[in-house]
């Protein structure tokens, strides 16, 4: 069983992918949560945790872990320095520490609008540190996955997905559908090196991984 180490757990999407991961034979979740008051969510699921802030030093998070993903995010409707803190600074702490710790493989979640972030009014600055994190991470020399889904739901998950660089205004996607997007890419082979834009469509979400 291999380690996997979740940031950003404790969130709509982190709490849907460590369940799924939970469920796996291949993997053992470890949820990483800001408060002591979120471990009884993720405890009673049996899940381990680790406490670990990305504004702080949470190096430890990452000792006997194997593969990291990173799923926080600040959302695009915080303040410009909590997005600054979290969504870049945060997310370039956590690959220099999964670099300095010899991880495997380190799967993000980036968005959708990421390479032309002065395109998407309102949501620059939140696109220019998701960007400056896919950058950092590009170069880290790491064995990588870079997800980058349309606006996300909380419909039920489809399991069918569209590749895509031009979405339109109504595409998006069920955020279970991302959640298992994520787990698919832990496995070595799948989305190696890789950065990736969809959002719901007609083709297998698991086959689609797989052939890019």
Same mark, same amino acid.
């Given at each position: 069983m291999e380690k996997v180490l979740i940031i950003g757990a404790n969130g709509n999407t982190g709490r849907i992918l460590s369940e799924i991961i939970s469920k796996s034979d291949h993997y053992e979740p470890v949820a990483m949560l800001r408060k002591e008051s979120q471990k009884d969510l993720f405890e009673k699921k049996e899940i381990k945790t680790c406490l670990g802030d990305l504004e702080q030093d949470f190096k430890s998070c990452l000792d006997g872990v194997d593969k990291v993903i990173f799923a926080a995010g600040s959302g695009g409707h915080t303040g410009d320095d909590k997005t600054e803190a979290v969504d870049k600074k945060g997310a370039i702490k956590a690959i220099d520490y999964a670099k300095a710790h010899?991880?495997?493989?380190?799967?993000?979640?980036?968005?959708? /609008?990421?390479? %032309?972030?002065? $395109?998407?009014? /309102?949501?620059? %600055?939140?696109? $220019?540190?998701k960007k400056a994190a896919d950058e950092h991470l590009k170069s880290s020399g790491l064995t990588y996955s870079i997800l980058r889904p349309g606006a996300l739901n909380n419909e039920k998950g489809t399991s069918k997905i569209k590749l895509t660089d031009q979405p339109s205004q109504s595409d998006s996607i069920p955020r279970e559908?991302?959640?298992?997007?994520?787990?698919?890419?832990?496995?070595?082979?799948?989305a190696k090196n890789k950065i990736f834009n969809f959002v719901s469509g007609s083709q297998d979400l698991l086959k689609t991984i797989e052939n890019l």
């Open positions: 010899k991880i495997k493989k380190f799967v993000i979640l980036s968005s959708m /609008g990421t390479d %032309t972030p002065e $395109k998407v009014p /309102g949501l620059e %600055t939140y696109l $220019k540190a559908d991302v959640a298992h997007a994520l787990a698919y890419c832990l496995d070595d082979k799948n």
